[in-house]
């Protein structure tokens, strides 16, 4: 049963959408640099510059019914008949309707009656412009008369205040409109040196900035709105209430002619020129510059081709040809895709992440640097030293950043004892895509003291001795507020129901440990011995092989829980994810981390604890966070036992832990399970099901429910997920086995037997190395390497000059 | 000109509407004790328990559009049409509306097709029961089969998080169906011991808890909800994303025929009780409870009964009988109505006010006593005191607090250093009204002080010595963050658009002073001096008067300006409020404190400074609060330079302040003034304008527009605001008299010439006063007062035994 609702594109790199009633709505992104769009498959979202609750430009409504209701709309009144290309708002039934999702833009293209109104949605490289290029064109035999009505809502800035502070929002909005420019201007007067502007590049025949008076009154729906079924704009200047912006377009199209225009959506930022040029008249001179720029002919044609561009470019540097369709697609353009995404975006603004909560994650953050590196690595090193720059002296860090001001959210503060771990990951992963090791020797400092100037190995220093400090009665490591897993909260206790799980607890005197935490700690450690022995510094190296053996120990003597490694001990010593548990026995993040810290290698442990998550937490919907589900409350466990049995943390399939045992599989060379794992969460391979997983099938999910849920297989929290780097980790690294390394590019592939060939081009320190693999029957092992026909011993590919392109062959076997 | 969209129907104590299509939402609220509605006259708006923020048991979307969406729907299917009879969300045109806003409760009545329903909204006095008594009536010659539907959304009680963190809240949502009950339980299983209870008093013939299955899709809006359209619930079951609750109801009725059935919304507090019967299954005994008492025969109209009942009782405590029609209906019912609601929600849940941003303000709070005081005296105790511990030790306060927790707001703070003085006037007020001194020995503790028991007496005297040590360069107190006028921010120097001006400035070593506390602390001060006098503490009055004394002389050799009082002085001691100012020339806030105090009493400044409000400041639709507006962003002055010009505290006529003009006027014996003024913003006198003023016609607003703006006259912001408090003060005690002391119930009526006579009936200290007034032609001046027949010196009415009633008669002249 194949998707009814859409299907790939792969040569376009789109996902094409062909009903507009998607199960849920199905989202994609604009921009890729400083502004930021949410475009739906009917146009829906809002756009914002840099940071989601600072700066959002565009008003949208969360959980609205329907639930996605409000975005970038053009309406069409054709002799009296009234639509929307997009669908929405008016949902008149269109005789034709596509949505292509592509990288950077969404296409919609809506006719009826013989009009076809094709948009095109994108932000311009590198500018604060968003582009709707729209073309009409009249397919009918007669003569039309189209009137055409753009839409959207101005937001005021500051998003939580947008939509809760009333009683002053509804007095300051103000707006000038001039020739065809609409320049929201609310507070601009005060402290704001910026505007947003919408303009649209053809004259126009009318606007309104009233919503009531584009709706017709406070009564009147979107999907009722009186100036597109009048086909009259109304001049109206908003006073206070609700600026929007909307321009009417007369157009009088021949059979066959069609004409093109865009809305360009611009946040200007106005410098310390004049604010004004007269009293309340704004001083316009960078509108202008701006709306005069795409109105030149093929402007925005060029603009969007750079942008097509730009992803070519960037996405030639992995490609890969192999047997699974869906592994293929996923890799080479929508995993990457939506590594860029949480790069940008981190958790901050989706359809389940409302830009309010949540700015950068110092954990995620990092985590998402593991998918980005190839990408754009000089962006990478700039975020990791941004990242760095919010711990403290202490080791510890501030969970959250706001991007704007790239300060840490002293209302989640810190104490996550996994934090500081995971800036070692991402700075080696820099290093080895890049060779960088100067950024080692960049002066960051440190949040807690202003002015500090100490560098970044300082930083991962300061990281190892954190953890190999703060210990507990077992020797592991202190969990703090909460691990990886932000719902485990042994620290917690919280009784009172409108306090967060996760800063609730004082954690100072805090004893309950992470298994997790030390198997990450294994792995960090032996990150750092490698990076010292690279950079010769033997002793050091040495240092961090001691405190990864003394780890390493206490690991196996205490987490070992007789079939898989435990979780963690609670506050009391008392051991979590254990047969001794009655619910909660076992977990994921353990087994994954212990293993791909190298524990259990040479005691059959590994290949055991991964042997019980195949047999109590894998379902065809991917591995479930721990089983059995819980049942009730536990105060000594925190939120984990909050969520209904199935969902999130509780039993639920959170799909970025999953690819940990997907490595951990490629670790031990089992090649059909690590693909039969991956497939079982990949998005792709969910078109068959899609009536049930509901989500976008072409990018990662959060979550899928497990299989205590009564919706099993139903995925949310799709796009914002550390799935999204890790995936491409496993998937490049763990199957493929394309392993970046400090003096070359290592291959070691672990993929199903039947797998006979495949192939590679990988784009590393400039050289691009054009990677053909034959298989003679083998999960993993390599008996030959060849490069540029020239045999090599070992599996790792020397360093090629920039510029140059190396053939590489390997033999599996 | 009349209102076209509704009338007052006096008798009744009923504003009724007719077109559900009013110029913006006409709000009502329900509940008067814990558990409260806002209800609007096509019965939008959600319920909560105690406190918006934390406690919202229903869903409601700001802002929306169209703006008022969602809310306690019914949807009628008759044969296949389908309307509501609240008119949204469906719009189907109806063939008779009418709203009746009642006191505590709201009549909705719709008919089409000869169905008649009427939903009858109101929370059953003393419980946390909110009821819908619903009677459906076939007008129509023939038999109808006619399927009803309830509809509302279950909000997870916290209301920020439930809309703003979809990542966890689309996973939590659990609901139970047990006969026509639902059980809204979300979290209930971990740290909540109370949940949501919707049920039916009569057996149903199908559910709906899923949003999505009542809708048809996440695409369908609530005015194309597919199961009513249909006919049909689907029985579904919410897991996750959005609970609703939905009954079918199918209903055969001959004609003529009805039928009478209630939905009941309740809080359950479930105490601690055992949480579960069953693994996952609610101990339901309380709901169970709940439903079978309302189910009863009569019990759900003698709880109407009973809160008609209650409200008769309560406004049986005063009401008057005076020549002008808007005065009389405002004062007799709907601004004491008004006083209740400010005294209950503060500013916390209105249509501009979402229950997110503010609790109850230590500022409002006691101003809002002062049209308490005389409704329920016994609650204004128990405030009075809640309030008071929201004190710190060194005099400053906390600005807001949680009313469900009852502590102070950290975000928001203090250091706005008129707060502290209003509690005098509240405490003063309260003690007039009651005799109760007791109040003054009540422990009450500071905030800063954990188990401190000093007396509500300390507060006060601490109040008193804050403001006078706390004074600047000329002598006038510190203004701190803001005085009343919040807006007036002479610390902040605000750069940073997302900051607070509020809390943007460091208030240490701040030097800008207000003038408007100046003439506050007179007026405290000389509360005190009387309260002391009364108790018969000589020394201590004759101390008050010396502090009194000390700053009347400051004020008036440093704050009048020549033809008026200054408002403040800044941060570098420049006048703000001075013929010196370009703009922001004259004030209303320091001529009315300044009056009301005492200054300018002796050598006619007084009069002068009134004079020249009504000449800079006074307009048909009030007084502005300060002219010119300002034009520009300043620095120094703060947020009343961020509004338009004409709006909110940048010259918009805020009602609140207007009120202490007119008490102005009235001291100074302008009876026509005082009524022309106070008609100026009274809500029922705006009818004729209604297009122009848009808000309710039964409640005060906030804020009309000034002359500036472009829409001069429209209001905003009604219900929550200081203007129901100040004008039941400056009306019942101002315009006709009637003030409470300590010692009896003083006479000194202000009218106009051409009242001839007028009657009030007042219950105080237990006894009722039947006075009646009769006039020779003067506005001012008692030349007799008879009680029960015998002269009385001077215009105080002694106390009388509680009980007894009194006729008591004065004539003016």
Redesign the interface.
Known sequence: MSNQYGHFDDESREYVITR??T???WLNYLGSDEMFGLCTNTAGGYTFWKDAK?RRLTRY??????????GRYLYVNDGGVVWNPMW?PL?TALDRYECRHGLGYTKITGEKNGVEVEVLYFIVPGENVEIWRTRVTNKSGSKKDIQLFSYQEFCF??A??D??????T???G?VEIEGSAIYHKT?F????SHYTLFACTRAIDGFDTS?DAF?G???????EAQVPAKGKATNSKA??W?PIGSHQVSLSLEPGASETMSFVLSYVDHGDLPKFKA??VLNKQKGKEILAKYSAPGVVDGAFAQLKADWAGILSNFQADCPDEHARRMLNTWNQYQCMATFNLS?SAS????G??RGMGFRDSNQDLLGFVHLVPERARQRILDIAATQLSDGTCYHQYQPLTKKGNADIGGDFYDDHLWLILSTCAYIKETGDKGILKEPVGYADKPGSKEDLLHHLETSIAYTMKKRGPHGLPLIGHADWNDCLNLNCF?????ESFQTAGDVKDSKAESVMIAGLFLYASREMAGLYDWMGQKSDAARMREQYAEMLAVVEKEAWDGEWYRRAYDAESRPVGSKENEEGKIFIESQGWCVLGGAGADNGRAKQAMESVHKHLYTKNGIVLQQPAY???HLELGEV????PG??ENA?IFCHNNTWIHLGWCLLGEGERALEYYLSICPSAKESQIETYRAEPYVYA??IAGKD???FGEA??AWLTGTAAWTFVSVSQGILGVQPQYDGLKLDPCVPKAWKSFSISRRFRGATYEISVKNSGVCKGVKKLTVDGKTVAGNVIPLSPAGSTVRVEIEMG
Do not use: W
Not at 189 to 192: A, D, T, V, W
Not at 217 to 223: I, K, N, P, R
Not at 494 to 498: F, G
């Open positions: 507009p009633d199960p849920l709505p600072l409504r969360y959980n609205n019914v329907p639930m996605d209701l409000g929405k949902k800035f500051e939580l205040n939509m809760t502070n009333y009683q002053r509804y007095s300051i103000e507070e007067r005060e402290r704001r919503r709706c009154s406070v009564h009147h729906g979107l999907h006073f206070g609700n009293p309340f958790r359809m389940y992440e409302t309010i909560g919280s009784t009172e129901p409108n049942s009730t409350y036992t909050s969520y209904p969902v999130k639920g959060q979550m849920a009564p919706v949310k929290n």
